[in-house]
Antibody, heavy 123, light 110 residues
Framework: QVTLRESGPALVRPTQTLTLTCTFSGLSLTTTAMRASWLRQPPGKAPEWLAR???????FYNTSLRTRLAISKDTSKNQVILTLSNVDPMDTATYYC???????????????WGQGILVTVSS | QSALTQPPSASGAPGQSIVISCSGSRSNIGTNSVNWYRQLPGTAPQLVIYDNIVRASGVPDRFSGSKSGTSASLAISGLQSEDEGDYYCAPWDDTLSGPVFGAGTRLTVL
């Protein structure tokens, strides 16, 4: 059974760095073609893709946020970590991790999602 | 403002059929496959359709996807109350170099 679970702070102060962890069960981050993404969804809005990390440690970022984002993985713990620096109230959102698939037609989609974690940025 | 346009709402009576549209541009739908996600309140999005027409595991054949030019559609036949939720189209966007989501369509089964 595949499960993804996000963890991290519920409240972050403006200008601080947000660090989120996604723990995978039932999937190994070292498996060839294993890819994981972080997305976020502000209240009442659509999801937004943030970053992706692949089994071979390739990393990809949302171009509008790349200077503030960093994605990494700890294969010993089967975890993917996201940091978002210099947070602002506009970063208030539910943050999700998701397994990312790229199929033979180069289609990019998310087939397993974590439950999400609501992060509020406020002083 | 999203690069994709979806109607904000759709509705239908049980048993009826509805179609949710998603309009984009050459840089997204025109060049790439479209995926559809459904989200129930307070839960994570779930994959419904990928590669324009392929149903995700466990999705009933009442759901079907299509694409033509720079537009895509999700059709649901034999509406059931459990089909309610927010539906998002999400293709890759070549200009943004990443996947992009539509603003979502809230489906209500009357």
């Amino acid at each position: 059974q595949v499960t993804l679970r996000e963890s991290g702070p519920a409240l972050v102060r403006p200008t601080q760095t947000l660090t989120l962890t996604c723990t995978f069960s039932g999937l190994s981050l070292t498996t060839t073609a294993m890819r994981a993404s972080w997305l976020r969804q502000p209240p009442g809005k659509a999801p937004e893709w943030l970053a992706r990390i692949d089994w071979d440690d390739d990393k990809f970022y949302n171009t509008s946020l790349r200077t503030r984002l960093a994605i990494s993985k700890d294969t010993s713990k089967n975890q993917v970590i996201l940091t978002l620096s210099n947070v602002d109230p506009m970063d208030t959102a539910t943050y999700y991790c998701a397994r990312t698939r790229i199929d033979s037609a180069s289609n990019f989609f998310f087939d397993f999602w974590g439950q999400g974690i609501l992060v509020t940025v406020s002083s | 403002q999203s690069a994709l346009t979806q109607p904000p709402s759709a509705s239908g009576a049980p048993g009826q059929s509805i179609v949710i549209s998603c309009s984009g541009s050459r840089s997204n739908i025109g060049t790439n496959s479209v995926n559809w996600y459904r989200q129930l309140p307070g839960t994570a999005p779930q994959l419904v359709i990928y590669d324009n027409i392929v149903r995700a595991s466990g999705v009933p054949d009442r759901f079907s996807g299509s694409k033509s030019g720079t537009s895509a559609s999700l059709a649901i036949s034999g509406l059931q109350s459990e089909d309610e939720g927010d539906y998002y189209c999400a293709p890759w966007d070549d200009t943004l170099s990443g996947p992009v989501f539509g603003a979502g369509t809230r489906l209500t089964v009357l």
